[in-house]
Nanobody, 116 residues
C-alpha cells in the first residue's frame, strides 16, 4: 500500500490561486496509483470528488471546479498536483489526496481557506 504526503494549502483571498501537491511514496507499478486524485470536505459537509487523473492522463473534474482547477500528475516523480485558480469562499475545505478510490489510500488532509 502506498503512502501520500500533501502540501501547499493555506489561506488565500477570493479570486486568488493555490497549488496543492501530493507525493506518492511507493512503487510506480502499484495498481493503487492507476487513478489518483483530490477530494475535499467542507465544514459540516460530506467528502466530495474534486478531480481524478489516470496514468494515461485522463481526467475527471467536478462541475463545481471545472474551468478553474486543473489536475496533473508526474508518473516519474510520482506526484499529483491540483492547480486552483479563481478561488471562491465555497472552495474552503480540507483537501485530501487519494490513490485507489474510496477504499484505497488517503492523505491526512490539508486545509484550504478562501477568505478576505
Amino acid at each position: 500500500q502506498v503512502q501520500l504526503e500533501e502540501s501547499g494549502g493555506g489561506l488565500v483571498q477570493p479570486g486568488g490561486s493555490l497549488r496543492l501537491a501530493c507525493t506518492v511514496l511507493g512503487s510506480f507499478f502499484s495498481s493503487e496509483i492507476d487513478v489518483v486524485g483530490w477530494y475535499r470536505q467542507a465544514p459540516g459537509g460530506q467528502r466530495e470528488l474534486v478531480a481524478t487523473i489516470t496514468r494515461s492522463g485522463m481526467t475527471n473534474i467536478a462541475d463545481s471546479v471545472k474551468g478553474r482547477f486543473t489536475i496533473s500528475r508526474d508518473n516519474f516523480r510520482l506526484t499529483v498536483s491540483l492547480q486552483m485558480n479563481r478561488l471562491k469562499s465555497e472552495d474552503t475545505a480540507v483537501y485530501y489526496c487519494n490513490a485507489g478510490g474510496h477504499f484505497g489510500t488517503w492523505g491526512q488532509g490539508i486545509q484550504v481557506t478562501v477568505s478576505s
